[in-house]
């Protein structure tokens, strides 16, 4: 049996992750030029998505250090690294900001 395998982890992203308003000892977990302010889920998903990422939204979730803040998370099934898929998706949704920015 020589079969490659193709468990893929399940890795969960919280809007927190891509917030500017939030320090890194807050929650943040990108760098500031990433970082938008308050990040929605369906523009994160649209970044996952546009990425080729297997993800589901989860919009009952709250992140535990927002507890009061019902945002909700994504659920990506990868099999890279959470730091990776997170500089994809801060990579990607700095793109989306950049074009929606020049269409204005």
Known sequence: MNKKSTNKKKIIIWPIYFDSRFSRKKGRRVPIS?????PSLEILYK???SRGLTTIL???SKHPKTWFDSKGRLIIYTDLKKSQ???IIGSELSKIIKETRKKK
């Open 58 to 60: 989860d919009t009952n």
């Open 34 to 38: 990433y970082a938008i302010e308050n």
């Open 85 to 87: 898929v997170i500089k």
């Open 47 to 49: 970044a996952t998505k």
